[in-house]
């Protein structure tokens, strides 16, 4: 099964109980993923949680799951927002519509800040900079397709490498763009 990151949040705000996202939180779900994965990344799994789920493998030596499935991917990363404690305002945020906690018009709120320094580094205080990027990494695009298990290992790293420079183009865009500010 082949899917967007588009396809994925949407069914990822559905699973959180946001039937009627916002422009904004789907482009800040969207930024998120840009940050935490690029094809070919652990098996739906944009988010790269370490949550382990029945039949769940490590993708890396950190612990990043590859889910069995789609639909598995989704109920985890929707389970681990929804109910675990470090989540509670990254959630609401998110669940709610609350733009102004996820950083549009205002600064991002501490809570929601500290939440996702706790995804990425298991600390409140663990990464500055990680909130920061994935704020700024909305409006990246909306239909780059994850591969689920449909393409060689070939064709994967080869999109992987076509990935990394646009990517990293990218950065060095954004990076000229913080400077002049």
């Known amino acids: 099964m082949s899917y967007t990151r588009y396809e994925w949040i949407k069914d990822l705000n559905h699973a959180l109980g946001n039937t009627q996202p916002t422009h904004e939180v789907e482009e800040f779900l969207l930024g998120w993923t840009f940050v935490e994965s690029s094809p070919p990344g652990a098996m739906y799994n944009l988010l790269n949680t370490t949550e382990r789920a029945s039949g769940s493998t490590n993708f890396n030596s950190v ?23 470090f989540y509670t305002h990254l959630y609401a945020a998110l669940k709610n519509n609350d733009i102004k906690a996820l950083g549009y018009g205002a600064t991002m709120s501490p809570e929601v800040s500290h939440d996702l320094q706790i995804w990425v580094s298991g600390k409140p205080d663990g990464d500055p900079q990680y909130p920061i990027d994935v704020r700024n990494a909305s409006n990246k695009g909306y239909s780059d397709l994850f591969p689920g ?30 400077v002049q500010l």
Not at 66 to 85: E, M
Not at 159 to 165: D, E, P, R, V
């Open 63 to 85: 612990g990043v799951q590859n889910f069995t499935s789609y639909q598995q991917g989704i109920d985890v990363t929707a389970t681990l927002l929804k109910h675990s404690i």
């Open 149 to 178: 298990n449909k393409y060689t290992d070939a064709q994967l790293r080869a999109m992987a490498k076509t990935q990394s420079n646009d990517i990293l183009a990218a950065l060095n865009n954004l990076n000229n763009i913080i």
